[in-house]
């Protein structure tokens, strides 16, 4: 899978506001989920449907590299 536009968008915003972000159930989840796909973000899920997600490794060097 290649990530598009918005997939580095989204990694740069997490980046930006602590390398976390949580998601309840009024998020759709499915942008968070292609990052998962890509090795970006992992997940912990609080309370179906709140989830944390936070940047793996690999996710945090690649939102280094897209500033």
Sequence with gaps: MQPTANDITLLQHIHANGH????????????????KELGWLSSTTLSLPNVAYSLTPAGLKRAIEAL
């Design 20 to 35: 976390s972000v949580y998601a309840d159930s009024n998020v759709d989840h499915r942008p968070y989920n292609r990052l």
